[in-house]
């Protein structure tokens, strides 16, 4: 099985929360795990977000860096390019999503033909793909 990693469910590898064992679960039995470049910073973002908000200590944030490090080696990154981003546009317009959720979807739809699955636990992306025709991790959020 083959894996798009949202930054939703990258986070659930790096911190324990709702999710984080299913997602350990489908990391471990992928084949291939695929994720936007975009991915990266957006999971930095949310550990330096967690801090500041105090839901993470600096030691749990430090450890998430280090984990998120050892699993970016991992990754096969999928970059943003012309059309992807034009069809993300249009993904955008056509699904009410956020632009980076847009990113997300357009990268998954490219690799469809890799029988990937999408995993996500952000709603609006996670049923935007579905109506798209993916096939979604986890089945319903």
């Known amino acids: 099985m083959n894996i798009y990693l949202d930054t939703s469910g990258l986070v659930k590898l790096l911190v324990e929360e709702d999710g984080s064992e299913t997602m350990v679960r489908v990391w471990d ?3 291939f795990i695929f994720a936007g ?3 990266y910073p957006e999971a930095r ?3 330096a977000a967690g ?9 749990e944030h430090h450890r998430a860096k280090r984990i998120l490090a ?3 080696d991992e990754i096969q990154v999928v970059q943003l390019d012309g059309p992807l981003a034009v069809q993300a546009g249009d993904l955008s317009e056509r699904y ?3 632009a980076y959720d847009a990113v997300h979807l357009a990268c998954a739809l490219a690799l469809a033909g890799t029988g ?8 609006e992306l996670h049923q935007a ?4 025709g993916l096939s979604v991790i986890p089945a319903a959020i």
């Not at 990937?116 to 709603?123: C, F, G, P």
């Open 96 to 98: 009410g999503l956020r």
């Open 29 to 31: 039995e992928a084949d």
């Open 45 to 47: 973002a949310a550990l």
């Open 51 to 59: 801090e500041r908000g105090r839901r993470l200590s600096e030691a």
């Open 129 to 132: 793909a579905r109506w798209a």
């Open 70 to 72: 050892r699993r970016w």
């Open 116 to 123: 990937a699955v999408l995993a996500t636990w952000d709603r």
């Open 37 to 39: 470049v975009l991915v």
